[in-house]
């Protein structure tokens, strides 16, 4: 499987890179072309094409590169930097109409910038490698923090395209993506009005309420929002204690495509049994909202799975009261008054129901992901703010 921590851990540096694992597909043999045709779209209603910037950065072949506006890949150079210390890797919005690109083979980001210019500087890795700091939108020291932004991620290889929208890390620009090829596809369509909704409703949810920029460029996700002491650190806290307290007296049945696990909780360690031993420790509220540290998920498939499995249902409220998981009724979600309701309101205000709220929220196949075996076309959609 490709982690969205191994898909972007190489995309980033310090503190610009995200932390939390989402899951892409497995590649497998396909036959998808070299090149895709990808189009992007201004139906933001409030932005004119003219001040509109795209960005297409990642990874291919093991070193760091963007796209250029002829459509081939360039490596990230530190001689990229101009006088104001930053790379000018926009590829300009058509002057009117929608914009086409061109697509090679590479996993990364299509990033689009509103009213003005990402700042990305290239800078040295600890390898010693060019690599680019990405926007950090939930950090307001961040050069980029005033500027609304978003991106969609992708991996675009032999076996397919493979592409999600997000909002793991923030909530900025809603956008859809359309992709045809084997089937034809949408994800990420938001609502009409659900973009000021999201605000309003998490503006109005109690400790959810600091996460909503006061000039409304965007909503952090809740575990940035800790970091930053916008979010209650022990948020979680109670309801995790009670998951323990609940098995400590009774099992917890996990099922993966390993098998199904077994556990039970003895002091603050919650361990299984069944296709494989795994165990983990009592998590923060930083653990579940970042799905890492105790519920980290290695792409080993015993521990990494039901780590997932484990951080859906805390984010999602479902593990205290349901002893079979993956929970896939969507019913049942965030049922408790202590939630990831930054989240909830995400799935709330999707179209289809779908979104990433948090980096495991594809588990029972909830997240705004799609995925073709012999993709021809794909569009990417700003839609109405």
């Not at 709330?348 to 993709?375: K, L, M, N, Q, T």
Request: charged share 20%.
């Amino acid at each position: 499987m490709i982690s969205r921590r191994r898909l972007l851990g190489g995309l980033a540096v310090a503190s610009a890179a995200a932390g939390t694992p989402l899951v892409l597909s497995a590649a497998r043999a396909g036959g998808a072309a070299a090149a895709l045709d990808v189009t992007v779209v201004n139906r933001t209603g409030a932005y004119e094409n003219s001040s509109i910037s795209i960005y297409v950065v990642g990874n291919e072949g093991g070193r760091q590169v963007r796209l250029t506006p002829d459509g081939t890949l360039a490596p990230v150079s530190l001689d990229d930097n101009g006088p104001d210390g930053y790379t000018d890797y926009a590829l300009p919005f058509a002057g009117s109409g929608d914009t086409t690109l061109t697509l090679p083979h590479m996993s990364g980001r299509l990033y689009v910038a509103l009213g003005g210019k990402l700042k990305m500087k290239a800078v040295t890795d600890g390898a010693g490698n060019a690599a680019l700091a990405y926007p950090a939108g939930w950090v307001s020291t961040d050069p980029n923090y005033p500027l609304v932004h978003d991106c969609m991620e992708f991996t675009h290889n032999d076996a397919g395209m493979f592409c999600n929208t997000t909002m793991v890390d923030m909530f900025s620009v809603p956008m859809s993506i359309h992709l045809t090829g084997e089937a034809d596809q949408t994800v990420g369509t938001i609502k009409e009005g659900g973009r000021q909704r999201a605000f309003d409703t998490l503006a109005g949810t109690e400790g959810f309420d600091r996460l909503v920029d006061a000039d409304g460029l965007r909503v952090v996700a809740p575990g940035h929002g800790l970091d930053a002491g916008l979010f209650d650190s022990a948020y979680l806290d109670g309801y995790v204690d009670e998951v323990w307290s609940a098995y400590a007296g009774r099992d917890l049945r996990v099922t993966t495509n390993a098998g199904t696990f077994t556990g039970r909780v003895a002091g603050d360690r919650l361990a299984f049994t069944g296709p494989a031993d795994v165990a983990f420790d009592r998590p923060s509220t930083r653990d579940v909202l970042f799905c890492d540290g105790t519920l980290a998920a290695p792409n080993d498939g015993t521990t990494g799975p039901v780590a997932a499995v484990l951080g859906a249902a805390l984010n999602r409220s479902t593990l205290r009261d349901h002893a079979d998981q993956p929970v896939t009724d969507a019913a049942a979600f965030y049922g408790t008054d202590i939630s990831n309701h930054y989240a909830r309101v995400m799935h709330e205000v999707s179209a289809d129901g779908r979104a990433y709220g948090f980096a495991f929220d594809d588990v029972s196949g909830f997240a705004s992901y799609i995925e073709d075996r012999a993709p021809q076309r794909l569009t990417l959609t700003l839609t109405p703010f």
